[in-house]
């Protein structure tokens, strides 16, 4: 066998983001509708000692944001909402997420001392090393493991449902997940005309745990039928391994508009 060339990589990654999204508390607006609203309530009478009232109707806007028209029908100024029970209604649903992928990639190439007419066989092989992982943190009010249920902040933790405290973004479970992925890889490329050649690949990848491992090879032909005129035809299989938060038990919101 002639020379072989050799090349070692190693890549090292790191992706922070963090997700706030303001979301309405549902016991808040509850207590709001009742006349119990706001963050100086300090009685159970509504609408008296600090407690306000949330109205959800037409009277208490003056005009539409978008397209500036005044509601000069229902209006009534005694009815609008303060921003102070706006700010009252409204908390944080904050996700902060940390990925990290470690790369070590190992390949050897060459030619072959046999060949065809159009010249010789040249092939590569090599290793990889993957190391993957996750890290997610939601603050409190997002946290399933502290606010599972509607009324958690009022300490109830059992529920069937465990749909978290805001009206419309479902909890989050803190995640630290890692994996390692292992993949073996070889090709070559085989001249067999001179305006005809054919590349032969093969990868083995190993998951690991509940995903397991697949093989997956790859066939492609190349084809110079004229100097302005090129075929190129492949067939194979390919597989992309699920993220690490579609395996483990998460808890989603989905919206579905039929």
């Given at each position: 066998?002639?020379?072989?060339?050799?090349?070692?990589?190693?890549?090292?990654?790191?992706?922070?983001?963090?997700?706030?999204?303001?979301?309405?508390?549902?016991?808040?607006?509850?207590?709001?509708?009742?006349?119990?609203?706001?963050?100086?309530?300090?009685?159970?009478?509504?609408?008296?000692?600090?407690?306000?009232?949330?109205?959800?109707?037409?009277?208490?806007?003056?005009?539409?944001?978008?397209?500036?028209?005044?509601?000069?029908?229902?209006?009534?100024?005694?009815?609008?909402?303060?921003?102070?029970?706006?700010?009252?209604?409204?908390?944080?649903?904050?996700?902060?997420?940390?990925?990290?992928?470690?790369?070590?990639?190992?390949?050897?190439?060459?030619?072959?001392?046999?060949?065809?007419?159009?010249?010789?066989?040249?092939?590569?092989?090599?290793?990889?090393?993957?190391?993957?992982?996750?890290?997610?943190?939601?603050?409190?009010?997002?946290?399933?493991?502290?606010?599972?249920?509607?009324?958690?902040?009022?300490?109830?933790?059992?529920?069937?449902?465990?749909?978290?405290?805001?009206?419309?973004?479902?909890?989050?479970?803190?995640?630290?997940?890692?994996?390692?992925?292992?993949?073996?890889?070889?090709?070559?490329?085989?001249?067999?005309?001179?305006?005809?050649?054919?590349?032969?690949?093969v990868r083995y990848e190993d998951y690991g745990g509940s995903v397991g491992s697949t093989t997956n090879p790859k066939l492609s032909l190349r084809w110079q039928a004229l100097d302005w005129l090129t075929f190129r035809g492949s067939v194979g299989t390919?597989?992309?391994?699920?993220?690490?938060?579609?395996?483990?038990?998460?808890?989603?919101?989905?919206?579905?508009?039929?």
């Amino acid at each position: 066998m002639s020379a072989f060339n050799w090349d070692v990589g190693v890549t090292f990654m790191v992706n922070t983001r963090e997700i706030v999204t303001p979301d309405i508390v549902v016991t808040r607006l509850q207590a709001a509708l009742n006349g119990l609203g706001g963050p100086n309530c300090t009685t159970a009478t509504p609408g008296a000692n600090g407690c306000l009232w949330l109205n959800p109707f037409s009277s208490a806007v003056q005009s539409n944001v978008v397209t500036g028209q005044m509601n000069n029908v229902t209006f009534d100024p005694n009815a609008v909402n303060s921003r102070e029970l706006a700010a009252w209604l409204y908390q944080d649903n904050t996700i902060e997420d940390e990925t990290s992928s470690f790369v070590v990639d190992a390949v050897l190439n060459g030619q072959m001392p046999i060949g065809f007419q159009a010249g010789d066989i040249s092939w590569a092989a090599g290793v990889q090393y993957r190391e993957e992982t996750l890290e997610r943190d939601p603050n409190d009010l997002a946290d399933i493991t502290k606010n599972p249920c509607v009324n958690s902040l009022s300490g109830n933790m059992n529920c069937a449902t465990q749909s978290g405290i805001f009206t419309f973004l479902g909890p989050t479970t803190p995640a630290d997940l890692s994996r390692d992925v292992k993949a073996v890889f070889g090709e070559s490329n085989v001249p067999l005309l001179e305006s005809l050649s054919a590349q032969v690949a093969v990868r083995y990848e190993d998951y690991g745990g509940s995903v397991g491992s697949t093989t997956n090879p790859k066939l492609s032909l190349r084809w110079q039928a004229l100097d302005w005129l090129t075929f190129r035809g492949s067939v194979g299989t390919t597989f992309r391994g699920p993220q690490q938060t579609q395996l483990a038990n998460q808890t989603a919101t989905v919206l579905s508009f039929i």
